[in-house]
């Protein structure tokens, strides 16, 4: 086969190696634009496994890459003044020049073509002169661009400015992140050592804080120079160096995230940069271009023609692409809004830095460094105001609001059980949530109870509104106290444009067959066509509904609850006022978010008023329509929880969606995390988490990074309502609580896991 490789970056040069150690007979130019040595950048980190990969594939050159290979256990980080250092990271790194003068010299071996200095703007012609093309010409691929109707590239130019540097001085004991507070904003520094006299240091910031410095104006040297001057103490009189010479201007770029709807085209295909980045924090870019070098290479020689070989490398590659990107993206991310989180506390800063791409768990991080984290864990445990067992995991730490002291941090989630009899809790709710108290959890929720008849969402649902409901109420709530260690919590709400439907296992969301009744909400505008058209609430209407509000509330206070939710999510009645999406007043309840919040506050007001002044109360809210900029946002979010926070709301419970069936919601473990993170971090709110959340390690990776007080878990408490008790058997943790005629129970339970962990079943630590 006759192949042009377009670009003699580690994807191009690691492609012609792998083709014609598979076949000497193919024919193989590799075109560069820049000079054999002219490459910019400094280290690249890769992965022992990578390298073995790499082995099976060419040992030769393998063997010569290990050979320089710089490894490093330790992840330092500085920030306000303190070196936290976390171990058992296991990288290995190498000069991007070194790792390039090594395959091109393999390549050349080979027997491999590289035409150095030639720069290809076009892959056309080279399309019609060969058999395969390779479009392996990085970022900004010409090769993608001739054909970016085919290849539909999105590039998603990100937030950050960085500059690739050098320097001599060591940092070869760990692989070191440096937060510095200049007088224009926070500049960071990703640096580590890849040959025994040389360091990468990558410099970031944000653009506003780039823009401040003016560094778009300053020659490469005053960049530097600057550079230098922010991270002197750290360079121990060492300068930082540029080996960019051949690009122009200050070498300061803005990272692409560059995803292709194809990689391939008749017979050319896209591979590495050009097909796929991910960014520089997770280090894979390189990993991916070789490793993907090594899938297309295989496929051309097991597929019977191009095309069928370019099938298979797609569709291969894919999925890994896509999981490093996603794991980038947290990263990434993480970086883009560090300023967030840069007054958290040393340890809680460093939890966060190394948890951020969501590929290291806490436990993960236990078998990687179990002395720092246990100081971490202890850490978490002395400010939750525990001090008599600081070795425990986040997620049994205790929790304070107001006069309620929780006895951990795990959350049993409002659920709907669609099983009251007009309003009224059965024997049903008082075995489900008695069972669910029993369980462990420091908080039980009742599900949505609603203010009214008209006010419920279903014939099924559950009442604070008549004599009887407050009887069978209360005696659940005596068992709770009187039998478990669980607090618990009533959640009220009005349904609003999403009442008078059935049952959560019938048809969800569509109106009844029959009985049918009249609905109200912020504006008149339906759930779906299907559904009613509510009536647009009067002042009479707003009137009537606070007085029930303010009712249900007293019967909650006499029942005994410790805590009260106000249900403002999910498109019910107070939701409806929030979202522009289904408030289209013209009063002072509609239009500003001040507006749209009105009359969900008038109703927190006068709910705090009648509710025990010791007891708390939280706000469950939608953060995100998932609608784009026609709903609320996450950033929208961040404005609600600061009105709630200023109105006296004691904590935030922010779940989202479920506000209209237009939205586009992104699912994934722990989804709506990002916004309990940002309100928390943004307001200093205290903030409950919830949204797919369903393992130990979800749980305290979540506290522990302090992106949520409380971890509310929903369906998992519906499949086992000792959800909390059998966590504490898998992480090792004694110190729960059990009922006292199930102990034997229990202690059969801890012999099981202590077998398993010592036979190294599973059980024990879960990773
Ligand atoms: C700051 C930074 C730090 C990074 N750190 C790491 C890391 O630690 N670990 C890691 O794995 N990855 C890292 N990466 C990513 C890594 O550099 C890339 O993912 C990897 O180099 C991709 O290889 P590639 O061959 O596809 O592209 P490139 O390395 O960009 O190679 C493309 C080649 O094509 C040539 N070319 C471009 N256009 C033309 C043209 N028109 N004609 C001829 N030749 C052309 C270029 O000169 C270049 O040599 C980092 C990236 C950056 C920016
Ligand atoms: C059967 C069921 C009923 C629910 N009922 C309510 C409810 O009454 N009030 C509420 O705020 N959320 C309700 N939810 C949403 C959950 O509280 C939770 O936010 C959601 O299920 C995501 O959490 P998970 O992934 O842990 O299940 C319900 C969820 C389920 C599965």
């Known amino acids: 086969m ?92 190498i000069g991007r020049k070194r790792l390039l003068l090594l395959l091109q010299r393999r390549a050349r071996d080979l027997g491999i073509e590289l035409s150095f200095e030639t720069e290809i703007d076009d892959p056309r012609p080279f399309m019609e002169s060969h058999d395969l093309v390779i479009g392996a010409d990085g970022l900004n691929s010409r090769a993608r661009s001739a054909f970016a109707e085919v290849f539909r590239p999105d590039i998603d130019v990100r937030k950050c400015k960085f500059v690739w540097l050098g320097t001599r001085q060591k940092f070869d004991d760990a692989f070191t992140f440096i937060f510095e507070e200049t007088e224009h904003g926070w500049v960071w520094a990703h640096a580590y050592q890849f040959e025994s006299e040389t360091a ?274 209360k005696r659940l709530v005596d068992f709770v106290h009187a039998e478990t260690e669980a607090k618990i919590c009533a959640q009220i709400g009005h349904s609003g444009a999403k009442g008078s439907t059935q049952l959560g296992w019938q048809q969800i969301d569509a109106p009844l067959e029959s009985g049918n009744w009249p609905l109200i909400s912020a504006s008149d505008v339906g759930w779906s066509p299907a559904n009613q058209v509510p009536k647009a609430m009067d002042r009479s209407d707003m009137a009537r509904i606070k007085g029930q509000f303010v009712a249900s509330t007293e019967m909650a206070a006499r029942c005994g609850f410790d805590m ?70 996450p950033a929208e979010a961040v404005e609600i929880a600061r009105l709630l926070q200023a109105a006296g709301v004691d904590i935030c419970d922010v779940s989202a969606g479920q506000t209209s069936i237009r939205a586009r919601p992104v699912y994934g473990r722990m989804f709506q995390t990002p916004f309990s993170d940002r309100i928390r971090n943004e307001t200093g709110m205290a903030t409950m988490a919830v949204g797919n959340i369903y393992e130990p390690d979800h749980v305290n990776s979540i506290l522990l990074a302090g992106r949520a007080d409380l971890v509310c878990l929903a369906r998992p408490h519906l499949a086992d309502p000792y959800w909390t008790l059998h966590a504490a058997v898998q992480l090792g943790d004694r110190d729960v609580k059990w009922p006292d005629p199930y102990l034997n129970g229990r202690d059969q339970l801890y012999r099981l896991a202590d077998r398993t962990a010592t036979t190294g079943g599973v059980g024990g630590l879960k990773v």
């Open 564 to 633: 009260l939710e106000i249900h403002a999510a999910h498109g019910y009645l107070l939701s409806s006022f929030i979202t522009p999406l289904t408030n289209h007043r013209t009063d002072e309840y509609g239009g500003s978010l001040e507006n749209r919040l009105r009359y969900p506050l008038e109703i927190f007001h006068a709910v705090r008023t009648v509710w025990p002044a010791h007891k708390p109360i939280s706000v469950r809210i939608s953060a995100n329509d998932w609608m784009g900029d026609e709903g609320i946002t």
């Open 200 to 473: 990468t240091f990558i410099v970031e910031c944000s653009e506003e804080t780039w823009a401040k410095w003016g560094f778009g104006d300053m020659t490469r040297e005053q960049s530097i120079a600057a550079c230098e001057r922010i991270f002197a103490k750290h360079l121990g009189g060492h300068s930082l160096i540029s080996n960019a010479g051949h690009l122009r201007g200050s070498a300061w770029i803005n990272f692409p995230r560059v995803l292709c709807e194809r990689w391939s085209h008749k017979n050319l295909a896209l591979l590495g940069d050009a097909s796929a980045s991910a960014h520089f924090s997770i280090g894979s870019g390189t990993k991916l271009a070789l490793e993907s070098a090594v899938a297309l290479a295989d496929y051309l020689h097991s597929e019977p023609g191009l095309s069928a070989a370019f099938d298979k490398y797609e569709s291969a590659r894919r999925t890994e692409v896509l999981r490093l990107q996603s794991a980038a993206r947290n990263s990434l991310e993480w970086f883009e809004e560090v300023e967030r989180y840069l007054e958290l506390d040393p340890v809680q800063f460093n939890y966060s830095l190394l948890t951020r791409s969501q590929r290291i768990s806490h436990e993960n991080l236990r078998l990687r460094d179990p002395e720092w984290l246990g100081g971490a864990e202890a850490w978490f445990q002395r400010r939750a105001g525990n001090t008599d067992n600081v070795r425990r995991a986040p997620m049994f730490a205790p929790f304070q609001l107001r006069d309620l002291r929780l006895e951990n941090r795990v959350v049993v989630s409002p659920m709907a059980q669609y099983k009251a009899v007009d309003g009224c809790p059965t024997d049903w709710h008082f075995a489900h949530y008695a069972e669910r108290a029993k369980g462990g959890a420091g908080l039980v929720y009742i599900e949505m109870t609603c203010v009214s008849p008209e006010g419920r969402i279903t014939p099924g649902c559950t009442g604070f509104y008549a004599p009887e409901h407050e009887v069978a109420w």
């Open 2 to 93: 006759k192949v042009a490789v377009l670009g003699a970056g580690p994807a191009g040069l690691y492609f012609a190696i792998s083709m014609k150690r598979r076949n000497p007979a193919h024919e193989i130019t590799v075109f560069e634009r820049n000079k054999p040595d002219d490459t910019f950048g400094w280290g690249v980190v890769l992965s022992a496994e990578t390298l073995d990969n790499l082995a099976a594939n060419d040992a030769v050159s393998a063997a010569w890459i290990r050979e320089y290979f710089a490894y490093w256990d330790d992840i330092a980080v500085i920030h306000k003044g303190v070196r936290t250092v976390s171990t058992g990271h296991g990288f290995c790194g």
